[in-house]
Protein backbone atom coordinates (compact mmCIF):
# COMPACT_ATOMS: atom_id res chain seq x y z
CA UNK A 1 0.00 0.00 0.00
CA UNK A 2 1.38 3.48 -0.80
CA UNK A 3 2.24 5.83 1.44
CA UNK A 4 -0.47 8.38 2.45
CA UNK A 5 2.23 11.42 0.92
CA UNK A 6 2.73 9.58 -1.88
CA UNK A 7 2.10 11.97 -5.02
CA UNK A 8 2.16 14.93 -3.56
CA UNK A 9 4.45 17.94 -3.10
CA UNK A 10 7.79 17.74 -0.87
CA UNK A 11 6.59 19.73 1.92
CA UNK A 12 9.11 22.10 3.55
CA UNK A 13 10.27 20.33 6.74
CA UNK A 14 11.53 17.11 4.10
CA UNK A 15 13.56 19.97 1.97
CA UNK A 16 17.49 19.15 2.58
CA UNK A 17 19.63 22.28 4.14
CA UNK A 18 22.44 21.60 1.24
CA UNK A 19 25.41 23.94 3.14
CA UNK A 20 24.69 21.32 5.95
CA UNK A 21 25.09 18.62 3.88
CA UNK A 22 28.04 19.63 2.31
CA UNK A 23 29.81 20.63 5.80
CA UNK A 24 28.91 17.11 6.43
CA UNK A 25 30.94 15.58 3.27
CA UNK A 26 34.43 17.65 4.36
CA UNK A 27 33.68 17.30 8.19
CA UNK A 28 32.85 14.09 8.84
CA UNK A 29 35.13 10.78 8.51
CA UNK A 30 33.86 7.40 7.78
CA UNK A 31 34.07 5.38 11.58
CA UNK A 32 36.68 2.41 10.30
CA UNK A 33 35.58 -0.01 12.77
CA UNK A 34 32.09 0.35 11.39
CA UNK A 35 31.90 -1.87 8.23
CA UNK A 36 28.78 0.11 6.58
CA UNK A 37 30.56 3.23 6.94
CA UNK A 38 33.60 1.68 4.66
CA UNK A 39 33.70 1.56 0.89
CA UNK A 40 31.63 -0.68 -0.40
CA UNK A 41 30.57 -1.17 -4.29
CA UNK A 42 26.70 -2.45 -5.27
CA UNK A 43 25.54 -2.87 -8.84
CA UNK A 44 27.20 0.42 -9.95
CA UNK A 45 29.45 2.46 -7.36
CA UNK A 46 29.85 3.51 -3.86
CA UNK A 47 26.64 5.90 -2.72
CA UNK A 48 25.75 7.07 0.80
CA UNK A 49 25.15 10.24 2.85
CA UNK A 50 27.38 13.04 4.19
CA UNK A 51 24.84 13.07 7.21
CA UNK A 52 26.56 9.31 8.27
CA UNK A 53 29.97 9.46 7.32
CA UNK A 54 29.22 6.84 4.12
CA UNK A 55 29.78 9.80 1.27
CA UNK A 56 32.75 11.55 2.40
CA UNK A 57 35.05 13.87 0.80
CA UNK A 58 37.64 11.12 2.31
CA UNK A 59 35.28 8.39 0.55
CA UNK A 60 35.56 10.15 -2.64
CA UNK A 61 39.79 10.76 -2.49
CA UNK A 62 40.07 7.36 -1.56
CA UNK A 63 37.94 5.85 -4.57
CA UNK A 64 39.42 8.35 -7.11
CA UNK A 65 43.13 7.16 -6.44
CA UNK A 66 42.43 3.95 -6.44
CA UNK A 67 41.36 3.71 -9.65
CA UNK A 68 44.40 6.25 -10.65
CA UNK A 69 46.37 3.43 -8.89
CA UNK A 70 44.56 0.13 -11.00
CA UNK A 71 43.96 2.19 -14.24
CA UNK A 72 46.55 1.56 -15.92
CA UNK A 73 46.19 -2.23 -15.63
CA UNK A 74 42.51 -2.11 -16.77
CA UNK A 75 43.53 -0.84 -19.71
CA UNK A 76 43.68 2.68 -19.74
CA UNK A 77 46.07 4.87 -20.00
CA UNK A 78 44.75 8.21 -21.58
CA UNK A 79 42.36 10.65 -20.14
CA UNK A 80 39.36 10.07 -17.85
CA UNK A 81 36.46 11.54 -18.84
CA UNK A 82 34.17 13.02 -15.85
CA UNK A 83 31.13 13.48 -15.53
CA UNK A 84 28.62 14.65 -12.54
CA UNK A 85 24.73 14.81 -12.09
CA UNK A 86 22.57 18.28 -9.47
CA UNK A 87 22.60 15.96 -6.79
CA UNK A 88 24.30 18.57 -3.85
CA UNK A 89 27.09 16.54 -2.92
CA UNK A 90 28.41 15.80 -6.43
CA UNK A 91 29.22 19.30 -6.67
CA UNK A 92 31.88 19.17 -3.68
CA UNK A 93 32.92 15.54 -4.31
CA UNK A 94 33.70 16.80 -8.20
CA UNK A 95 36.39 18.63 -6.45
CA UNK A 96 37.46 15.94 -4.84
CA UNK A 97 37.64 13.88 -7.70
CA UNK A 98 39.95 16.39 -9.93
CA UNK A 99 42.46 17.43 -7.00
CA UNK A 100 43.48 13.37 -6.73
CA UNK A 101 43.33 12.95 -10.49
CA UNK A 102 45.35 15.96 -10.71
CA UNK A 103 47.69 15.15 -7.78
CA UNK A 104 47.93 11.64 -9.87
CA UNK A 105 49.29 13.26 -12.86
CA UNK A 106 46.04 12.11 -14.70
CA UNK A 107 44.44 14.04 -17.22
CA UNK A 108 40.62 14.79 -16.54
CA UNK A 109 38.25 15.32 -19.39
CA UNK A 110 36.04 17.69 -17.92
CA UNK A 111 32.64 19.95 -19.36
CA UNK A 112 34.26 22.93 -21.86
CA UNK A 113 30.80 24.94 -19.68
CA UNK A 114 31.59 23.36 -16.15
CA UNK A 115 27.88 22.15 -16.80
CA UNK A 116 26.49 19.03 -15.56
CA UNK A 117 27.28 15.63 -17.23
CA UNK A 118 24.95 12.93 -17.19
CA UNK A 119 26.32 9.33 -17.41
CA UNK A 120 25.38 8.37 -21.46
CA UNK A 121 27.15 11.43 -22.68
CA UNK A 122 30.29 9.77 -20.61
CA UNK A 123 30.05 6.74 -21.95
CA UNK A 124 29.72 8.12 -24.91
CA UNK A 125 32.37 10.11 -24.98
CA UNK A 126 34.54 7.37 -23.88
CA UNK A 127 33.96 5.13 -26.86
CA UNK A 128 33.83 8.58 -29.01
CA UNK A 129 37.73 8.97 -28.24
CA UNK A 130 38.46 5.47 -27.83
CA UNK A 131 37.24 4.47 -31.47
CA UNK A 132 40.43 6.96 -32.79
CA UNK A 133 42.95 6.87 -29.92
CA UNK A 134 45.39 4.20 -28.89
CA UNK A 135 45.91 5.48 -25.47
CA UNK A 136 42.40 4.45 -23.72
CA UNK A 137 40.42 6.73 -21.94
CA UNK A 138 38.20 5.40 -19.36
CA UNK A 139 35.64 7.26 -16.74
CA UNK A 140 34.08 8.71 -13.57
CA UNK A 141 30.30 9.40 -13.24
CA UNK A 142 29.65 10.82 -9.60
CA UNK A 143 26.02 10.35 -8.92
CA UNK A 144 23.70 8.26 -6.90
CA UNK A 145 21.06 8.16 -9.41
CA UNK A 146 17.73 8.17 -8.63
CA UNK A 147 18.48 8.20 -4.58
CA UNK A 148 17.31 11.11 -2.10
CA UNK A 149 18.86 14.51 -2.46
CA UNK A 150 21.21 14.25 0.45
CA UNK A 151 22.44 10.93 -0.93
CA UNK A 152 26.04 11.14 -3.03
CA UNK A 153 27.24 8.62 -5.33
CA UNK A 154 30.42 7.63 -7.34
CA UNK A 155 30.79 4.86 -10.30
CA UNK A 156 34.35 3.76 -12.66
CA UNK A 157 33.07 3.56 -16.39
CA UNK A 158 35.53 1.43 -18.06
CA UNK A 159 37.02 1.71 -21.38
CA UNK A 160 34.41 0.31 -23.06
CA UNK A 161 32.79 2.67 -21.92
CA UNK A 162 30.01 0.52 -19.22
CA UNK A 163 30.36 0.06 -15.85
CA UNK A 164 33.22 -1.77 -14.93
CA UNK A 165 32.84 -5.45 -14.45
CA UNK A 166 32.46 -6.91 -10.75
CA UNK A 167 36.63 -7.50 -10.72
CA UNK A 168 37.24 -4.33 -10.99
CA UNK A 169 34.73 -2.72 -8.82
CA UNK A 170 36.49 -5.41 -5.87
CA UNK A 171 39.73 -4.09 -6.63
CA UNK A 172 38.59 -0.62 -6.25
CA UNK A 173 36.21 -1.05 -3.40
CA UNK A 174 39.86 -3.21 -1.54
CA UNK A 175 42.30 -0.62 -2.19
CA UNK A 176 39.85 2.51 -1.35
CA UNK A 177 39.35 0.90 1.59
CA UNK A 178 43.28 0.76 2.38
CA UNK A 179 43.51 4.36 1.97
CA UNK A 180 40.65 4.94 4.02
CA UNK A 181 42.04 2.95 7.19
CA UNK A 182 45.68 4.52 6.16
CA UNK A 183 44.61 8.11 6.03
CA UNK A 184 43.14 7.58 9.49
CA UNK A 185 46.62 6.90 10.61
CA UNK A 186 47.51 9.70 9.16
CA UNK A 187 49.09 8.69 5.68
CA UNK A 188 47.48 10.36 2.92
CA UNK A 189 47.43 10.05 -0.92
CA UNK A 190 48.35 12.33 -4.00
CA UNK A 191 46.44 15.28 -4.11
CA UNK A 192 46.37 19.01 -5.31
CA UNK A 193 44.66 21.87 -4.52
CA UNK A 194 42.25 22.69 -7.13
CA UNK A 195 43.46 26.20 -7.55
CA UNK A 196 46.95 24.76 -8.12
CA UNK A 197 46.03 22.43 -11.15
CA UNK A 198 47.51 23.34 -14.08
CA UNK A 199 45.51 24.11 -17.44
CA UNK A 200 46.82 21.22 -19.55
CA UNK A 201 45.58 18.91 -16.70
CA UNK A 202 42.12 19.54 -17.12
CA UNK A 203 40.67 19.65 -20.91
CA UNK A 204 37.70 21.30 -21.88
CA UNK A 205 35.18 18.64 -23.68
CA UNK A 206 32.01 19.57 -25.58
CA UNK A 207 30.32 16.68 -24.23
CA UNK A 208 26.66 17.95 -24.51
CA UNK A 209 27.43 19.29 -28.72
CA UNK A 210 28.45 16.17 -29.31
CA UNK A 211 25.58 14.01 -28.07
CA UNK A 212 23.32 16.20 -29.60
CA UNK A 213 25.01 16.23 -32.54
CA UNK A 214 25.43 12.62 -32.87
CA UNK A 215 21.68 11.53 -32.14
CA UNK A 216 20.60 11.51 -35.63
CA UNK A 217 22.65 8.01 -35.87
CA UNK A 218 21.25 6.16 -33.63
CA UNK A 219 17.23 8.04 -33.51
CA UNK A 220 15.27 8.75 -36.55
CA UNK A 221 14.90 12.11 -36.05
CA UNK A 222 13.51 13.13 -39.53
CA UNK A 223 10.57 11.04 -38.43
CA UNK A 224 9.73 13.12 -35.20
CA UNK A 225 10.19 16.13 -37.19
CA UNK A 226 7.74 15.16 -39.72
CA UNK A 227 4.97 14.29 -37.42
CA UNK A 228 5.54 16.62 -34.17
CA UNK A 229 3.94 14.67 -31.47
CA UNK A 230 3.25 16.96 -28.86
CA UNK A 231 5.62 15.67 -25.92
CA UNK A 232 6.26 17.15 -22.65
CA UNK A 233 9.39 16.58 -21.03
CA UNK A 234 10.12 16.42 -17.54
CA UNK A 235 13.58 17.14 -16.64
CA UNK A 236 13.49 16.17 -13.35
CA UNK A 237 16.18 18.84 -12.32
CA UNK A 238 18.88 16.36 -13.47
CA UNK A 239 22.28 16.56 -15.26
CA UNK A 240 20.97 16.28 -18.77
CA UNK A 241 18.21 19.44 -18.13
CA UNK A 242 20.49 21.48 -20.60
CA UNK A 243 20.57 18.87 -22.98
CA UNK A 244 16.87 18.27 -23.72
CA UNK A 245 16.70 22.22 -24.24
CA UNK A 246 19.46 21.57 -27.15
CA UNK A 247 17.81 18.54 -28.38
CA UNK A 248 14.66 20.91 -28.76
CA UNK A 249 16.39 23.69 -30.38
CA UNK A 250 19.19 21.54 -33.05
CA UNK A 251 16.10 19.39 -34.38
CA UNK A 252 12.93 21.70 -33.87
CA UNK A 253 11.28 19.25 -32.08
CA UNK A 254 7.81 19.99 -30.57
CA UNK A 255 7.74 19.69 -27.06
CA UNK A 256 7.67 21.54 -23.52
CA UNK A 257 10.06 21.07 -20.37
CA UNK A 258 9.32 21.22 -17.18
CA UNK A 259 11.54 20.84 -14.11
CA UNK A 260 14.56 22.61 -16.09
CA UNK A 261 16.05 24.42 -13.47
CA UNK A 262 18.70 23.74 -11.06
CA UNK A 263 17.59 22.61 -7.76
CA UNK A 264 19.79 20.28 -5.34
CA UNK A 265 16.69 20.18 -2.98
CA UNK A 266 14.48 19.22 -5.60
CA UNK A 267 12.29 20.97 -3.80
CA UNK A 268 10.03 20.40 -6.83
CA UNK A 269 9.46 16.85 -6.64
CA UNK A 270 6.54 14.75 -5.27
CA UNK A 271 6.87 12.11 -2.56
CA UNK A 272 7.37 8.57 -3.79
CA UNK A 273 5.37 5.66 -3.05
CA UNK A 274 7.01 5.11 0.35
CA UNK A 275 6.58 8.66 1.46
CA UNK A 276 10.35 9.52 0.45
CA UNK A 277 11.95 11.88 -1.76
CA UNK A 278 13.32 10.13 -4.90
CA UNK A 279 13.88 11.33 -8.26
CA UNK A 280 12.68 7.94 -10.30
CA UNK A 281 11.16 9.01 -13.33
CA UNK A 282 9.71 4.80 -13.62
CA UNK A 283 7.93 5.90 -10.69
CA UNK A 284 4.37 7.13 -11.09
CA UNK A 285 4.16 8.78 -7.92
CA UNK A 286 7.33 10.70 -8.83
CA UNK A 287 6.14 11.59 -12.04
CA UNK A 288 2.80 12.82 -10.87
CA UNK A 289 3.14 16.54 -12.02
CA UNK A 290 3.63 15.26 -15.41
CA UNK A 291 0.82 12.33 -15.53
CA UNK A 292 -1.61 14.98 -14.79
CA UNK A 293 -0.68 16.77 -16.99
CA UNK A 294 -1.10 14.21 -19.62
CA UNK A 295 -4.21 15.28 -21.66
CA UNK A 296 -2.66 18.36 -23.15
CA UNK A 297 -0.15 15.77 -24.62
CA UNK A 298 0.58 12.98 -27.26
CA UNK A 299 2.96 11.19 -24.73
CA UNK A 300 5.29 13.04 -22.18
CA UNK A 301 8.97 11.27 -20.98
CA UNK A 302 11.16 11.82 -17.99
CA UNK A 303 14.92 11.33 -16.42
CA UNK A 304 16.63 10.53 -13.32
CA UNK A 305 19.72 13.20 -11.98
CA UNK A 306 22.33 11.21 -13.86
CA UNK A 307 19.89 10.69 -17.18
CA UNK A 308 20.13 6.90 -17.27
CA UNK A 309 16.40 5.78 -16.92
CA UNK A 310 14.00 6.69 -18.17
CA UNK A 311 9.70 7.37 -17.64
CA UNK A 312 7.42 6.82 -20.27
CA UNK A 313 3.69 8.46 -20.21
CA UNK A 314 1.28 8.13 -22.54
CA UNK A 315 -3.11 8.22 -21.75
CA UNK A 316 -2.62 5.09 -20.42
CA UNK A 317 -0.61 6.34 -17.78
CA UNK A 318 2.82 5.50 -16.94
CA UNK A 319 4.63 2.50 -18.97
CA UNK A 320 6.12 0.02 -16.90
CA UNK A 321 9.89 -0.52 -18.37
CA UNK A 322 9.30 -4.64 -18.70
CA UNK A 323 6.42 -3.84 -21.70
CA UNK A 324 8.74 -0.82 -23.21
CA UNK A 325 11.77 -3.24 -23.19
CA UNK A 326 9.47 -5.86 -25.04
CA UNK A 327 8.12 -3.01 -27.68
CA UNK A 328 11.03 -1.44 -28.30
CA UNK A 329 12.50 -4.80 -29.28
CA UNK A 330 9.92 -5.58 -31.33
CA UNK A 331 9.83 -2.15 -33.15
CA UNK A 332 13.87 -2.22 -33.33
CA UNK A 333 13.82 -5.52 -34.56
CA UNK A 334 11.16 -5.16 -37.13
CA UNK A 335 12.45 -1.35 -38.21
CA UNK A 336 15.62 -2.06 -38.82
CA UNK A 337 15.95 -5.45 -39.95
CA UNK A 338 18.37 -6.38 -37.12
CA UNK A 339 18.33 -9.69 -38.25
CA UNK A 340 22.26 -10.16 -37.83
CA UNK A 341 22.78 -8.10 -34.54
CA UNK A 342 22.51 -10.60 -32.65
CA UNK A 343 19.42 -11.21 -29.52
CA UNK A 344 18.39 -9.12 -26.82
CA UNK A 345 19.64 -8.75 -22.95
CA UNK A 346 17.82 -8.46 -20.23
CA UNK A 347 18.34 -9.35 -16.26
CA UNK A 348 17.17 -11.93 -14.64
CA UNK A 349 14.03 -10.15 -12.46
CA UNK A 350 13.03 -8.94 -16.01
CA UNK A 351 9.57 -10.14 -17.81
CA UNK A 352 9.56 -13.56 -19.65
CA UNK A 353 7.53 -11.77 -22.36
CA UNK A 354 10.45 -10.93 -23.98
CA UNK A 355 11.18 -14.78 -24.21
CA UNK A 356 7.63 -15.33 -25.62
CA UNK A 357 8.19 -12.31 -28.34
CA UNK A 358 11.69 -13.65 -29.30
CA UNK A 359 10.72 -17.17 -29.33
CA UNK A 360 8.24 -16.05 -32.00
CA UNK A 361 10.35 -14.02 -34.11
CA UNK A 362 13.25 -16.03 -33.50
CA UNK A 363 15.42 -13.62 -31.67
CA UNK A 364 18.00 -15.19 -28.77
CA UNK A 365 17.60 -13.44 -25.44
CA UNK A 366 21.02 -13.05 -23.19
CA UNK A 367 19.68 -13.11 -19.76
CA UNK A 368 22.30 -11.88 -17.31
CA UNK A 369 22.10 -11.15 -13.45
CA UNK A 370 21.35 -7.68 -11.98
CA UNK A 371 23.13 -4.99 -13.34
CA UNK A 372 23.97 -3.02 -16.43
CA UNK A 373 27.76 -3.88 -16.37
CA UNK A 374 26.95 -7.19 -18.08
CA UNK A 375 25.13 -6.02 -20.97
CA UNK A 376 28.31 -3.47 -21.78
CA UNK A 377 30.64 -6.11 -23.55
CA UNK A 378 27.11 -7.44 -25.25
CA UNK A 379 26.19 -4.04 -26.87
CA UNK A 380 30.05 -2.99 -27.39
CA UNK A 381 30.45 -6.28 -29.41
CA UNK A 382 27.09 -5.87 -31.08
CA UNK A 383 25.92 -9.10 -29.51
CA UNK A 384 22.50 -8.00 -28.58
CA UNK A 385 20.80 -5.07 -30.52
CA UNK A 386 19.19 -3.99 -27.02
CA UNK A 387 19.72 -4.36 -23.45
CA UNK A 388 17.80 -3.71 -20.86
CA UNK A 389 16.67 -3.68 -17.10
CA UNK A 390 13.52 -3.97 -15.33
CA UNK A 391 14.20 -0.71 -13.36
CA UNK A 392 13.70 1.05 -16.51
CA UNK A 393 17.22 1.33 -17.82
CA UNK A 394 18.27 0.26 -21.07
CA UNK A 395 20.59 1.37 -24.07
CA UNK A 396 20.65 0.17 -28.05
CA UNK A 397 22.61 0.08 -31.18
CA UNK A 398 22.68 2.87 -33.66
CA UNK A 399 21.04 2.82 -37.34
CA UNK A 400 24.30 0.90 -38.81
CA UNK A 401 24.28 -1.76 -35.29
CA UNK A 402 27.60 0.02 -34.27
CA UNK A 403 27.88 0.71 -30.59
CA UNK A 404 26.35 3.89 -29.14
CA UNK A 405 26.37 3.25 -25.47
CA UNK A 406 27.55 0.93 -22.89
CA UNK A 407 25.41 2.42 -19.73
CA UNK A 408 22.43 2.89 -19.45
CA UNK A 409 20.49 5.95 -21.42
CA UNK A 410 17.53 7.63 -20.50
CA UNK A 411 18.18 9.79 -23.22
CA UNK A 412 18.14 7.56 -26.20
CA UNK A 413 14.63 5.79 -25.00
CA UNK A 414 12.76 8.49 -24.45
CA UNK A 415 13.56 9.81 -27.99
CA UNK A 416 12.91 5.95 -28.98
CA UNK A 417 9.37 6.21 -27.76
CA UNK A 418 8.97 9.62 -29.49
CA UNK A 419 10.46 7.76 -32.79
CA UNK A 420 8.12 5.16 -32.38
CA UNK A 421 4.84 7.12 -31.92
CA UNK A 422 5.95 9.05 -35.28
CA UNK A 423 6.63 5.75 -37.15
CA UNK A 424 3.90 3.83 -36.00
CA UNK A 425 1.24 6.56 -34.59
CA UNK A 426 0.85 4.77 -31.83
CA UNK A 427 1.75 5.06 -28.27
CA UNK A 428 3.77 2.35 -26.69
CA UNK A 429 0.58 1.19 -24.39
CA UNK A 430 -0.74 0.22 -27.71
CA UNK A 431 2.25 -1.16 -29.61
CA UNK A 432 2.20 -3.34 -26.13
CA UNK A 433 -1.14 -4.71 -26.37
CA UNK A 434 -0.49 -6.00 -30.11
CA UNK A 435 2.28 -7.87 -28.79
CA UNK A 436 -0.01 -8.99 -25.78
CA UNK A 437 -2.36 -10.93 -27.64
CA UNK A 438 0.47 -13.28 -29.05
CA UNK A 439 1.72 -13.90 -26.13
CA UNK A 440 -0.39 -13.78 -22.83
CA UNK A 441 -0.84 -10.57 -19.76
CA UNK A 442 1.20 -11.42 -17.14
CA UNK A 443 1.71 -9.29 -14.14
CA UNK A 444 5.17 -8.34 -12.78
CA UNK A 445 5.49 -6.58 -9.03
CA UNK A 446 7.81 -6.38 -6.43
CA UNK A 447 7.83 -6.84 -2.59
CA UNK A 448 10.44 -6.54 0.41
CA UNK A 449 10.67 -8.70 3.41
CA UNK A 450 12.47 -7.80 6.55
CA UNK A 451 15.36 -9.70 7.26
CA UNK A 452 19.12 -10.04 9.38
CA UNK A 453 22.17 -9.17 7.78
CA UNK A 454 23.26 -12.98 8.45
CA UNK A 455 20.03 -13.94 6.56
CA UNK A 456 20.31 -11.79 3.77
CA UNK A 457 24.51 -13.46 3.38
CA UNK A 458 22.48 -16.94 3.33
CA UNK A 459 20.34 -15.64 0.54
CA UNK A 460 23.22 -14.33 -1.46
CA UNK A 461 25.47 -17.50 -1.14
CA UNK A 462 21.82 -20.42 -1.08
CA UNK A 463 21.44 -23.47 -3.13
CA UNK A 464 19.06 -24.62 -5.78
CA UNK A 465 18.55 -27.40 -3.33
CA UNK A 466 17.81 -25.21 -0.20
CA UNK A 467 14.12 -24.54 -1.91
CA UNK A 468 12.80 -27.87 -0.73
CA UNK A 469 8.79 -26.64 -1.34
CA UNK A 470 7.41 -28.54 -4.73
CA UNK A 471 4.37 -26.06 -5.52
CA UNK A 472 3.73 -22.35 -5.86
CA UNK A 473 0.33 -20.90 -4.60
CA UNK A 474 -0.46 -24.64 -6.18
CA UNK A 475 1.85 -24.92 -9.24
CA UNK A 476 4.09 -27.26 -9.55
CA UNK A 477 7.81 -26.01 -9.01
CA UNK A 478 9.29 -26.37 -12.65
CA UNK A 479 12.98 -24.70 -11.85
CA UNK A 480 15.49 -23.98 -8.99
CA UNK A 481 18.24 -21.81 -10.41
CA UNK A 482 20.81 -19.68 -8.64
CA UNK A 483 22.82 -18.65 -11.96
CA UNK A 484 21.72 -16.62 -15.08
CA UNK A 485 21.15 -17.93 -18.16
CA UNK A 486 23.68 -16.58 -20.30
CA UNK A 487 27.29 -17.56 -18.48
CA UNK A 488 25.87 -19.29 -15.90
CA UNK A 489 26.71 -16.54 -13.40
CA UNK A 490 25.58 -16.14 -9.92
CA UNK A 491 22.79 -13.91 -9.92
CA UNK A 492 23.25 -13.17 -5.59
CA UNK A 493 19.97 -15.02 -4.65
CA UNK A 494 17.23 -17.69 -6.23
CA UNK A 495 14.56 -18.21 -9.01
CA UNK A 496 11.86 -20.08 -8.69
CA UNK A 497 9.92 -21.00 -12.05
CA UNK A 498 6.20 -22.65 -12.98
CA UNK A 499 4.24 -22.91 -15.60
CA UNK A 500 2.20 -19.84 -15.09
CA UNK A 501 5.09 -17.80 -13.15
CA UNK A 502 8.34 -16.95 -11.44
CA UNK A 503 9.73 -14.99 -8.19
CA UNK A 504 13.01 -14.52 -7.94
CA UNK A 505 14.73 -13.54 -3.93
CA UNK A 506 17.58 -11.30 -3.71
CA UNK A 507 19.29 -9.22 -0.54
CA UNK A 508 18.99 -5.67 -0.59
CA UNK A 509 22.47 -3.91 -1.16
CA UNK A 510 21.93 -1.28 1.41
CA UNK A 511 18.89 -2.50 3.71
CA UNK A 512 18.43 -5.22 6.42
CA UNK A 513 16.04 -6.96 4.01
CA UNK A 514 15.43 -8.90 0.66
CA UNK A 515 13.31 -8.12 -2.61
CA UNK A 516 11.08 -10.87 -4.02
CA UNK A 517 10.27 -9.81 -7.66
CA UNK A 518 8.05 -12.08 -9.35
CA UNK A 519 5.59 -12.47 -12.80
CA UNK A 520 1.91 -14.40 -13.06
CA UNK A 521 0.18 -15.23 -15.96
CA UNK A 522 -2.89 -16.65 -13.31
CA UNK A 523 -5.50 -14.93 -12.40
CA UNK A 524 -4.06 -11.14 -12.88
CA UNK A 525 -2.97 -8.98 -9.81
CA UNK A 526 -4.39 -11.84 -7.44
CA UNK A 527 -2.23 -14.21 -8.95
CA UNK A 528 0.71 -11.93 -8.93
CA UNK A 529 -0.19 -11.41 -5.11
CA UNK A 530 -0.62 -14.96 -4.38
CA UNK A 531 2.51 -15.51 -6.41
CA UNK A 532 4.89 -13.07 -4.41
CA UNK A 533 3.13 -13.86 -0.81
CA UNK A 534 3.89 -17.58 -1.49
CA UNK A 535 7.39 -16.80 -2.71
CA UNK A 536 8.09 -14.80 0.35
CA UNK A 537 6.86 -17.97 2.86
CA UNK A 538 9.13 -20.36 0.56
CA UNK A 539 12.46 -18.24 0.75
CA UNK A 540 11.72 -17.25 4.59
CA UNK A 541 11.59 -21.40 5.15
CA UNK A 542 14.60 -22.01 3.03
CA UNK A 543 16.78 -18.92 4.96
CA UNK A 544 15.72 -20.47 8.70
CA UNK A 545 16.73 -23.82 7.38
CA UNK A 546 20.04 -22.37 6.43
CA UNK A 547 20.76 -19.60 9.55
Not at 538 to 544: G, N, P
Request: glycine share 10%; with cysteine; aromatic share 8%.
Amino acid sequence: MAHKLAGTPVQEQDIIDVQTLVDAYFDNAPDITDPTQLVSFGTSGHRGTSLNGTFTDLHVAAITQAICDGRGQFGATGPLFVGQDTHALSQPALVTVLEVLAGNGVTAMVDADMDFVPTPSVSRAIIRYNESHDHKADGIVITPSHNPPDNGGIKYNATNGGPADTLITKWIETRANEYVRAYCELEGFKRISIDNIEPDQQIPYDYKGLYVEELSSIINMEAIQSAKPKVLVNALGGSGLGYWRAIKERYNLNMDIINDEYDPTFSFMTYDHDGKVRMDCSSEYAMADVIKQIGNYDLAVGNDPDYDRYGIVSAYGLTSPNAFLVTAADYLFTTRGWTDKGGVGKTVVCTTMIDKWAAIKDVPVYEVPVGFKYFSSLLFDGEIGIGGEESAGASFLKKDGTVWTTDKDGMVMALLAMEMYAVMGATVDRLYNNIVEGCGDPRFGRIDAACTKAAKAKLKQLNASSITATEVDGDTITNVRTTSLYNDMPIDGVRVETETGWFVARPSGTEDLYKIYGESYKGGDKGLIALLTAGEEIVTAALSDEV
